[in-house]
C-alpha cells in the first residue's frame, strides 16, 4: 500500500522504512536495467581477487531503496526527489538483509520541501549506506 501523507503532517524525527534481503537475481537484473557489468558484482571469480573476496551488490542497487520509502511510505504518493547525498560505508553481499531507514530533519514550508536523513544498514546493524536526501511534497 502506497501513503500518502501531506507536507502539514509530517513531523521532524517521522521515521518510515523498509528491509529486503538483496538476492542474485537483485544483482543480475540491476546490472541489466543499469548497464553496470563491473566484475566485482557479477563475477565470483573476479570478486574473489578484490578487497571484497567475493561478489557485492552495487552500491545503487541499495541506494534505490531509499527512493522506495520516500516514494512509498515517508512521504509517499506525490513525492519528488529533488537530491540524494550518498556516502558509501560498506559492501552489501548477496544474501543480505538490508534496511532502509528515512527520518525527517528539516521541513522548509515556504518551497514544500523536507530533508530527510537517509541510510541503509545491514542484518548486523552496519551503515552500508549514510546521506540526506531533499524531496518536494506539496
Known sequence: MVRDIPFAEINI???????KTVSEHDVYTFAGVSGDFNPVHIDAEFA??????????????SAGFISAVLGTSLPGR???????E????????????????????????????????TTVTNQD?????DGKATVLKK
Not at 524525527?13 to 528491509?19: C, I, N, P, Q, V
Not at 574473489?48 to 542497487?61: P, S, V
Open 125 to 129: 546493524g552496519t551503515i552500508v549506506i
Open 48 to 61: 574473489k581477487t578484490t578487497m571484497f573476496k567475493e561478489r557485492i551488490a552495487h552500491g545503487m542497487l
Open 86 to 117: 550518498l556516502a558509501f560505508k560498506a559492501p552489501v553481499k548477496i544474501g543480505d538483509t538490508v534496511t532502509a531507514t528515512v527520518e525527517a530533519i528539516e521541513k522548509i514550508p515556504e518551497k514544500s520541501r523536507i530533508i530527510f536523513r
Open 78 to 84: 506525490n513525492t519528488i526527489y529533488l537530491g540524494q
Open 13 to 19: 524525527g517521522d521515521k518510515a522504512s523498509m528491509t
